[in-house]
T-cell receptor
Framework: NAGVTQTPKFQVLKTGQSMTLQCAQDMNHEYMSWYRQDPGMGLRLIHYSVGAGITDQGEVPNGYNVSRSTTEDFPLRLLSAAPSQTSVYFCASSYSGSGGGTGELFFGEGSRLTVL | AQRVTQPEKLLSVFKGAPVELKCNYSYSGSPELFWYVQYSRQRLQLLLRHISRESIKGFTADLNKGETSFHLKKPFAQEEDSAMYYC????????????FGKGTLLTVNP
């Protein structure tokens, strides 16, 4: 069981470039999400998905796009990178709680993105 | 809107001393509260959740609905407890948005 796998681990972009952060999980989790971690800001939810074909916005969705075509994969796309998107990005997944909610999240190792 | 406040960015204690990491939340319903921990060069992972009422690595946390708090406590800190700790709130139901606090960096000195 690899758990949650994110690629790449490090990336440097120029302003205006686009890229995709990949996230895959092999635990058959229905719920997947993307967070960004910034110093002094904690983790902030970007987008999430409760199953294949279903996505929704989190707290800070602007400038990011997601899709969920399979249960396993949940890529995060930066459409036109800006320096404000310099951050560490975490993908997380869970079974999703039986009474609703997220349940215990399992995290990837993180992807450190720098936008120049 | 739900909100989680961790008032201390940094907390430094000596080995063997008690430690308490504070967490206050704002939510009108019945939330589920979590503590997540990130050790150096490791993934974020769940430390404990209030519904399980377990003690993990000597840590406990009690949900106080009257004070809207979920403080994390350990009677005798160890050097390996040094890490970043995040409190998180899940409002449950169809709102699949786990809200994190800004985190507290705990350093346990020898």
């Amino acid at each position: 069981n690899a758990g949650v796998t994110q690629t790449p681990k490090f990336q440097v972009l120029k302003t205006g470039q686009s890229m995709t952060l990949q996230c895959a999980q092999d635990m058959n989790h229905e719920y997947m999400s993307w967070y960004r971690q910034d110093p002094g800001m904690g983790l902030r939810l970007i987008h999430y998905s409760v199953g294949a074909g279903i996505t929704d916005q989190g707290e800070v969705p602007n400038g990011y796009n997601v899709s969920r075509s399979t249960t396993e994969d949940f890529p995060l796309r930066l459409l036109s990178a800006a320096p404000s998107q310099t951050s560490v990005y975490f993908c997380a997944s869970s079974y999703s709680g039986s009474g609703g909610g997220t349940g215990e999240l399992f995290f990837g190792e993180g992807s450190r993105l720098t936008v120049l | 809107a739900q909100r989680v406040t961790q008032p201390e960015k940094l907390l430094s204690v000596f080995k063997g001393a008690p430690v308490e990491l504070k967490c206050n939340y704002s939510y009108s319903g019945s939330p589920e509260l979590f503590w997540y921990v990130q050790y150096s060069r490791q993934r974020l992972q769940l430390l404990l959740r209030h519904i399980s009422r377990e003690s993990i690595k000597g840590f406990t946390a009690d949900l106080n609905k009257g004070e809207t708090s979920f403080h994390l406590k350990k009677p005798f800190a160890q050097e390996e407890d040094s890490a970043m700790y995040y409190c998180a709130l899940d409002s449950g139901g169809s709102n699949y948005k786990l809200t994190f606090g800004k985190g507290t960096l705990l350093t346990v000195n020898p």
